[in-house]
Each structure stands twice: as C-alpha cells, then as structure tokens.
C-alpha cells in the first residue's frame, strides 16, 4: 500500500510543470558556460520574468502561459516549443532559434531579436497567428514561411527581414520598417501599410 502511493505521488509530481523556484535552483547551480538542457519539460504557467535564460535548450518544451517579461532568451533553442498566449513583452530574444515553434496569441510587444554581432533569429515556419509584436525590433530576422494572421506588428523594425511565403492576411503592419525585406510569395490578403517607414517595392513582393 505504502508503495503504491510513494508512486502514485512520484507519477503526480512527474506530470507537474516546473515552477520559477526549480529554474532558479537549475540557474544557480550552473556555470555561465553550461548550457542548461529543458528539452520536452513542462514549464506551463511558469513566472520566469526578468531571468537570464541565455543558451537554454527548450527545444519540444511546454511553455503555454509562462511569463517572460523582460527575460533574456537570447540563443535560446525554442524549436518546436509551445508558447503560445505566453508574455514576452520586452523580452532580449538575440539568435533566438525558433523554427515551427508555437507562438499563437503570445504577447512580443518591444521585443529586441537583433544582434549587433550579426546573430540572426531564425523563426522559420514559426506559428504567430494572433500575436503581438508591436514596437519590436526583429531586423534581419527569418520569418519565412511564418504564420503572422491577424497579428499585430505595428511599428516594428523589420528592415532585411524574410517574410518570404509567409502568411501575412490581416496583419497590421502599420508604421513598420520594411525596407529590403523579402516578402516573395507572401500573402498579403488584407495587410496593413499605413504609415510605412519606407515604400514598399513591387520586387519585394514578386516571386
């Protein structure tokens, strides 16, 4: 009976996220150097605001809900986690590796992706459908074929970014940045360009 709960107990706890205490305690007991591995955990709901996450591996990881603001993410290993309805407002997401990761709904208002070293984000395939990148600085980032319906990028700086096949329908990109983006083969069914920065180029556009 005994042993029956000691595992019944130890399968609970297995399936619990990981709280911002675990994190810290992880942080605290690493060098600078090592790169903390969180591959496929469970992070839901986490407060990992304002943390130095740098060089994490959360590749497959369920961050669902958790609070990043003003965290550093840069060269984070975000593959194919899930993030979505996640706060990142503020967040440093420098060579953030994000391919096909879930971001649906998240909150990215006055993010900054780009790094003077020449580091490129790469959110390639990324799910953004609904978010809120508003005020962020994503220079140079790869967004190729991305999900970005209905989002919200309103006065982003998005100059040399590759939005190439992505889906823009809806998306309001007002007082943004674009200038020698790639858009070709973008759809850009019902996007917004008010108040560009500066005019976009049919070439930009075309295949």
């Known amino acids: 009976m005994l042993e029956k709960i000691i595992t019944s ?31 496929g955990v469970n992070l839901s709901g986490a407060d990992l605001s304002k943390l130095d996450l740098r060089y994490i591996n959360f590749k497959y990881a369920n961050m669902q809900h958790c609070k990043l603001l003003g965290s550093n993410l840069s060269w984070c290993c975000l593959e194919r986690a899930d993030l979505s309805h996640a706060i990142l407002d503020g967040a440093q997401l420098l060579g953030v590796k994000s391919l096909c990761a879930n971001m649906e709904g998240a909150q990215l208002r006055n993010c900054n992706f780009e ?20 005020g962020s600085d994503m220079g140079g980032v790869n967004l190729r074929v991305a999900t970005l319906k209905n989002a919200n990028l309103q006065n982003c700086d998005l100059r040399a970014a590759v939005l190439a096949g ?10 943004s940045d674009l200038h020698e983006a790639n858009l070709r083969g973008a759809n850009l069914k019902d996007a917004a360009f008010e ?13």
């Open 115 to 134: 790094d003077p070293a020449g580091s490129r984000a790469n959110m390639e395939g990324v799910n953004l459908k609904g978010a809120n990148l508003e």
């Open 195 to 207: 108040l560009m920065l500066t005019p976009l180029h049919m070439s930009q556009t075309i295949r």
């Open 166 to 175: 992505a889906d823009l329908e809806n998306c309001d990109l007002s007082g």
């Open 9 to 39: 107990s130890q399968t609970l706890r297995d399936n619990m996220p990981l709280t911002r205490r675990d994190i810290v305690d992880a942080l605290i007991k690493s060098p600078y150097t090592y790169e903390l591995r969180f591959q």
